[in-house]
């Protein structure tokens, strides 16, 4: 799981600024107003070969009553809970207020590692006279930067970078999967890790989270050995309120980045809805192997054909992700969770499979004669062959004479061909298209 790193201060000091400079993108809103960050935003960031997420943060004002701004305050206090390591931005123009002397307080009474930065320094060279008086608030040395313009960003990184954790991922032991459990909020994901947990007589741990707040639970049965991620619901945008579910959509966006099999789960009653689509999307566009659960099957009335309607129904809104199982379980009362085991394995194995190059041309020949390549203004398609660059997901090189020609339509007829021969259920594919001849003119 990355590291954290949060971006706090007073309103109005250029933390998004900043965080736009060092991610490279314009993510957070900047307007000269306080109180435009309103929530948490986030993104993967990358410096002198490590990774982090950087977080920005609405400005705290430890002196305001405004309900808004006690809502960034508590959101700002949150942010510091979860990271490793705290950018403290201050304004220079502004000097040293009594509003940054209770923050580095606040800031101080977390102990976590405070890289003090300096903002609005904009000239190169020493800094002014003014800003020695940041030496006052006891975080040791400040850092002179301009967001604007990115000077001494570089500086102001690399000591982030002594304080990041070193240690890498939990090792959980060769041959461990890892599961994250993903869905809308009360969809059932903790009932269900609770169910497994509590059934199985071999629990090695319960780990409480990182630093990042995740909680691991390993399970080893006859199955094998697994970590179950739990995570906050994730729910739509519009709902996630200046309140704890800002955090709880980045951890769980970040469970299924460090997870190999996820876990989406669907409540039967409430059925499918466009976040279960916008969760299931996220861990495809990742690449992961997917299963999704309908929990709370024993609410459901049923007859002889309910069963078929809602797979078939779920099939159609999961059309996008047409390579996935679907599993009908009940987390309260254990019904069919044990059927769970087996197919993660399935899925991980598929998501995790080669397929040699022979093989490949084998079934890409069988295809191309079946259904001839499309041609465009009297051009065909050719199809020179194909192979295997890398798993999790299974990826696939395919050389052409042109990349325009292949078209989405037989991309699919080929994934299908594919997936028909060597199974690959449960996982996506990737195809990269390369261009081996663009002097063909037959």
């Known amino acids: 799981m990355l590291p954290v790193v949060a971006v706090v201060g007073r309103p109005n000091v250029g933390k998004s600024t900043l965080f736009n400079k060092l991610v490279g993108k314009r993510l957070s809103i900047v307007e000269d107003t306080p109180g435009v960050t309103r929530?948490?935003?986030?993104?993967?960031?990358?410096?002198?070969?490590?990774?982090?997420?950087?977080?920005?943060?609405?400005?705290?004002?430890?002196?305001?009553?405004?309900?808004?701004?006690?809502?960034?305050?508590?959101?700002?206090?949150?942010?510091?809970?979860?990271?490793?390591?705290?950018?403290?931005?201050?304004?220079?123009?502004?000097?040293?207020?009594?509003?940054?002397q209770d923050v580095a307080a606040m800031l101080l009474r977390s102990g976590k590692p405070i890289v003090l930065a300096v903002n609005k320094c904009d000239r190169i060279g020493d800094p002014p006279p003014e800003f020695y008086e940041f030496y006052n608030l006891g975080l040791g040395d400040?850092?002179?930067?301009?967001?604007?313009?990115?000077?001494?960003?570089?500086?102001?990184?690399?000591?982030?970078?002594?304080?990041?954790?070193?240690?890498?991922?939990?090792?959980?032991?060769?041959?461990?999967?890892?599961?994250?459990?993903?869905?809308?909020?009360?969809?059932g994901k903790s009932s269900l890790i609770n169910r497994i947990a509590g059934e199985e007589r071999v629990i090695v741990s319960d780990i409480a989270g990182t630093t990042r707040d995740a909680t691991d639970t390993v399970i080893e049965n006859e199955h094998g050995r697994y970590v179950f991620i739990d995570t906050a619901g994730i729910r739509r945008?519009?709902?996630?309120?200046?309140?704890?579910?800002?955090?709880?959509?980045?951890?769980?966006?970040?469970?299924?980045?460090?997870?190999?099999?996820?876990?989406?789960?669907?409540?039967?009653?409430?059925?499918?809805?466009?976040?279960?689509?916008?969760?299931?999307?996220?861990?495809?566009?990742?690449?992961?192997?997917?299963?999704?659960?309908?929990?709370?099957?024993?609410?459901?009335?049923?007859?002889?054909?309910?069963?078929?309607?809602?797979?078939?129904?779920?099939?159609?809104?999961?059309?996008?992700?047409?390579?996935?199982?679907?599993?009908?379980i009940s987390a309260k009362t254990g019904q069919r969770t044990d059927k769970l085991f087996p197919l993660i394995n399935d899925v991980y194995e598929q998501n995790s499979r080669r397929v040699t190059t022979g093989m490949l041309n084998d079934v890409l020949s069988y295809a191309t004669q079946r259904v001839q390549p499309p041609s465009d203004k009297g051009r065909r398609l050719k199809i020179y062959y194909i192979t295997q660059a890398s798993t999790n997901p299974p990826t696939f090189v395919v050389f052409v004479n042109r990349a325009q020609l292949f078209h989405f339509s037989y991309q699919r007829y080929i994934e299908n061909q594919i997936r028909q021969t060597f199974g690959l259920n449960g996982t996506p594919v990737r195809f990269v298209v390369r261009e081996r001849d663009r002097n063909d003119t037959k």
């Open 39 to 100: 929530d948490r935003i986030y993104c993967e960031c990358e410096w002198a070969g490590h990774e982090f997420m950087l977080v920005d943060t609405g400005g705290i004002e430890p002196r305001s009553d405004d309900v808004i701004l006690a809502q960034m305050r508590r959101q700002a206090q949150l942010a510091i809970e979860k990271a490793d390591v705290i950018i403290f931005l201050t304004d220079i123009r502004s000097g040293v207020t009594a509003d940054d």
């Open 142 to 187: 400040p850092y002179p930067v301009s967001a604007e313009h990115g000077h001494g960003s570089g500086d102001l990184l690399d000591k982030v970078m002594e304080y990041l954790p070193t240690e890498g991922e939990e090792d959980y032991g060769e041959g461990t999967i890892k599961v994250a459990v993903i869905g809308k909020p009360n969809s």
């Open 237 to 328: 945008k519009s709902k996630v309120n200046e309140r704890i579910e800002h955090y709880s959509v980045l951890r769980s966006y970040m469970a299924v980045d460090r997870a190999d099999v996820s876990v989406i789960m669907i409540d039967a009653v409430e059925g499918f809805t466009e976040q279960d689509s916008k969760i299931a999307g996220y861990a495809h566009e990742q690449g992961k192997a997917c299963i999704v659960a309908v929990n709370k099957w024993d609410l459901i009335e049923k007859d002889s054909h309910t069963l078929d309607d809602y797979t078939n129904k779920l099939k159609e809104q999961f059309s996008f992700m047409s390579y996935v199982p679907f599993i009908f």
